[in-house]
């Protein structure tokens, strides 16, 4: 799938509703970890929600090696 394909866009709107879950639809596990661990925190200082944004925009963009 290349950037801005059908997945992706599943995968962002996956994200909005849970941070890191677009990432594991894509298989990949420690950035789903990461996204998910890094909002949680970070939401305590009011802050987890730029790593939220983030992570709709990783999960849209990512490209896998071929």
Wanted: with cysteine.
């Amino acid at each position: 799938m290349g950037q801005g394909s059908t997945g992706n866009v599943i995968c962002a709107v996956a994200s909005f509703f849970c941070p890191g879950l677009g990432q594991l639809l894509q298989g990949r596990i420690g950035a789903a970890f990461w996204h998910f661990i890094l909002t949680a925190i970070l939401a305590w200082f009011l802050i987890g929600f730029l790593v939220w944004i983030y992570s709709i925009y990783d999960a849209a963009v990512f490209v896998p090696n071929r």
